[in-house]
């Protein structure tokens, strides 16, 4: 396995991990269930989520992007229903767990540098020639 993938991984475990420790409507029964529930959300969060928003697009735009927190919601929702030991309360304890776990990923990753992968952009430096023509 990739080193990223085991650091996003451990990061993801850990910010439910104390998502769940915070917040009463969040519950985590073990350390199994954590690990299979960072699995499960990051599975849930790199493939089912994208679609979630294509799907919601309209109503997101439409909220001014509002509608977002509702779609990580039931992205987080989704895998607690997935995954035994792992549940929340309601769907606003959903709505507020996935924010927090994002908000504690986000902090644990600008301290240890781990960032989750991205399909990235690239940068392409083009520069006008002697000749006038545009090449990189």
Known sequence: MSTLFLAHWLTTAVALGVTAWVLPGVRVDGLFSLALAGLVLGFVNAVV?????????????????????????????????????????????????????????????SFTGVRPPTRGSMVVDVRRGPDGRWGS
């Open 49 to 109: 989520r994208p679609l979630l928003l294509l799907v919601t697009l309209p109503f997101t735009v439409l909220t001014l992007g509002l509608f977002y927190f509702v779609v990580n919601g039931l992205a987080f929702g989704l895998a607690a229903f997935l995954v035994p030991g792992f549940s929340v309360a309601s769907f606003f304890s959903a709505v507020l767990g996935a924010f927090a776990v994002g908000l504690v990923s986000w902090f644990i990753g």
